[in-house]
């Protein structure tokens, strides 16, 4: 029994000093003045249109690219501070705005339908973290409601890049959100250059290409590819590198196409199609 005790004692004593050798976490600064300004790039949304957009805010006004330009008429914000065994020192910004569009509303925001009684009237609520893993205040969700309702028309999460850029990163996380945000921006590139496409040839186009099949085929490939590359967020991670590969790859050719139409003609160009590389795993 006393040698039970005894190696108990050593063990908690080996364990105190481990936790002694740990370095202390690092003190948070101040709070942020005005923790919700910037310009928010959309890592994931709903509707999901939103991502790879971005929310841009100042002290009296807040852009959202797909709702509308807004003028703050009030804000209320609290904080809350503690310390997390994953995050350490951390602090949370919560924050209600509400808001009266400035200009016309696109059509998602629009409250023209409303029959709440409120008019145009909407508000904004955000939650803003703070803590050294994120370079403090870069990572926050938003939430817009029309006035008096309680289901968000929008509910986004977001990277301030000026405070902590997912693409400057180490984490698995941070690396899946910027692609994310990477992927999206280059499919609506790819989808615009597709639209834009002259009449007589799109009808050539849109015979052999999709875009939305050729971004879930290029995904599913992509998946299989790298469903065995590590633990954790990394394999989707790479997963995503690999899809980003495949539609800026694709957005290149439908670009190529499109000068040698115009240089050419459609007949005498080859016609990008929904293929791509699938030589690396050769999944067919």
């Known amino acids: 029994m006393k040698t039970v005790r005894t190696i ?4 908690s004593l080996l364990a105190s000093a481990s936790r002694a050798e740990l370095p202390p976490e690092p003190p948070l600064p101040p709070p942020l003045p005005c923790p919700h300004c910037g ?25 959202i ?6 003028d703050v008429t ?3 914000q609290s904080i809350s501070e503690g310390f997390d065994k994953l995050y350490g020192n951390y602090r949370i910004y919560y924050l209600k705005i509400s808001l009266m569009p400035s200009s016309s509303l696109r059509p998602l925001c629009n409250s023209e339908d409303d029959d709440t009684g409120g008019g145009s009237a909407m ?18 969700s938003f939430h817009v409601f029309k006035n008096n309702q309680k289901d968000p028309v929008i509910s986004a999460d977001a990277w301030n890049p000026d405070r902590d850029n997912p693409c400057d990163a180490t984490s698995g996380l941070a690396n899946e959100a910027c692609h994310r945000i990477l992927i999206a921006q280059a499919y609506k ?11 007589k040839a799109s009808s050539v186009l ?3 290409f999709n875009v939305a099949s050729f971004a879930s085929a290029s995904l599913q490939f992509c998946l299989k590819r790298e469903e065995k590359s590590g633990a954790g967020y990394w394999p989707y991670a790479w997963a995503q590198d690999c899809q980003l590969e495949h539609v800026e790859s694709k957005l290149n050719e439908v670009r190529a196409w499109h000068n ?9 160009c080859k016609t990008p199609t929904n293929d791509f590389d699938r030589s690396e795993v050769g999944i067919k």
């Open 260 to 268: 040698c139409v115009g240089e050419k003609g459609v007949r005498k």
């Open 123 to 140: 508000r904004m609520e955000i939650k803003i973290w703070d803590h050294s893993h994120n370079r403090y205040g870069g990572v926050a």
């Open 39 to 63: 310009k928010w790039v959309v890592e994931d949304a709903s509707p999901g249109g939103l991502t790879g957009e971005r929310i841009s805010i100042d002290q009296d006004s807040i852009d």
């Open 206 to 208: 849109n015979r052999k």
């Open 8 to 11: 108990l004692l050593l063990m």
């Open 65 to 70: 690219s797909t709702c509308g330009f807004f």
């Open 189 to 199: 590139a790819l989808a615009y250059e597709v639209y834009e496409t002259p009449p």
């Open 74 to 76: 009030a804000t209320q």
